[in-house]
């Protein structure tokens, strides 16, 4: 067979295949064009819809996303927008979208291979096998993922709060994320806890604090007197900056808190803003103890 007589037999072979099949293969692709553009539509709208309920409102009001979710100490908020609130609306948004995104294409991808015609009963079952041999051979990462969600649904703790999280963990957050919580301790050493790791936290920054201040009097002092010049001069004290913007609340001076071999301790109370408790303890111990002193009390 010539060239010229075997170019002209694949030719017809090609319009006879594409007049069998060009229909159908036309209509395929038509098919698969519109299921990636639907998915594509739909997962911008969902992200959209996310962005929209996780953006905080005009005037500081909550995101949408949280209004129905439990929130701790929204007294403390006032009428700003919390770092708190931002960070667990970013990344409970953030978690949605990533869901969006696998849930959408998934589809996409399977409603795909049936328009191919294949089969997608095999990538079913195989996909459910995977599922539980990640399941197994990923426990610690579900449970990592698990704990970090309620813990951001529960609102315990965000980015800028001090917490204790366990022995040798306490500090201020820097970063929180499904998997792991990142603290920065005083000494500025950075810890990165796994959220599943995580049995107890003790947050000091969420809805107020307390200053305590304990201040050590000699045996035979007159506490009465001792008493009156602590409530006169913490009232001053608190009265001034800077320690006024801090103070949230009426001083208290307790009393006698404990007896020790060497002397005794009257305790002064104060509640505060979060995360201020510690400044306004070395303020209010550097104004008191120079006015017990000046009074003629001093500790043994």
Do not use: C, H
């Not at 294949?118 to 990538?123: A, S």
């Not at 994320?177 to 936290?201: F, H, S």
């Amino acid at each position: 067979m010539s060239p010229v007589d075997d170019a002209a037999n694949k030719t017809a072979q090609a319009i006879e295949f594409f007049e069998k099949y060009g229909p159908q293969i036309l209509a395929g692709a038509i098919k698969i064009i519109v299921i990636l553009i639907a998915a594509f539509v739909i997962r911008a709208l969902l992200r959209k819809v996310i962005d929209r309920i996780t953006t905080p409102g005009k005037e500081g009001k909550k995101p949408g996303l949280l209004k129905p979710l439990r929130e701790r100490a929204p007294q403390a908020l006032g009428n700003l927008v919390s770092e708190r609130r931002e960070q667990r609306a970013k990344t409970i948004g953030s978690v949605l979208k990533s869901i969006v995104t696998i849930l959408i294409f998934g589809i996409a991808f399977l409603e795909i291979m049936i328009v191919v015609g294949l089969d997608i009963t095999p990538v079913l079952t195989s996909a459910g096998i995977l599922g539980v041999a990640i399941g197994f051979g990923a426990q610690n990462l579900v449970k990592d993922f698990l704990s970090g969600m309620f813990m951001l649904l529960e609102d315990q703790y965000g980015v800028g709060d001090v917490v204790d999280l366990g022995p040798s963990i306490t500090g201020t957050v820097e970063a929180v994320a499904l998997r792991t919580t990142t603290i920065r301790d005083t000494g500025g050493t950075v810890w990165y806890v796994r959220n599943g790791e995580i049995l107890r936290v003790g947050n000091s920054s969420q809805g107020f604090a307390v200053a305590v201040v304990d201040l050590p009097l000699s045996y035979g002092a007159n506490l009465a007197e001792a008493t009156k010049v602590l409530e006169r001069t913490v009232a001053e004290v608190a009265d001034m900056e800077p320690l006024k913007t801090d103070i949230t609340a009426k001083p208290e001076v307790l009393g006698v808190e404990k007896f020790t071999p060497e002397n005794i301790t009257l305790r002064v109370t104060v509640k505060t803003r979060p995360g201020r408790q510690w400044a306004v303890q070395r303020n209010l111990r550097a104004q008191l103890m120079p006015a017990l002193e000046d009074a003629g009390f001093t500790a043994k």
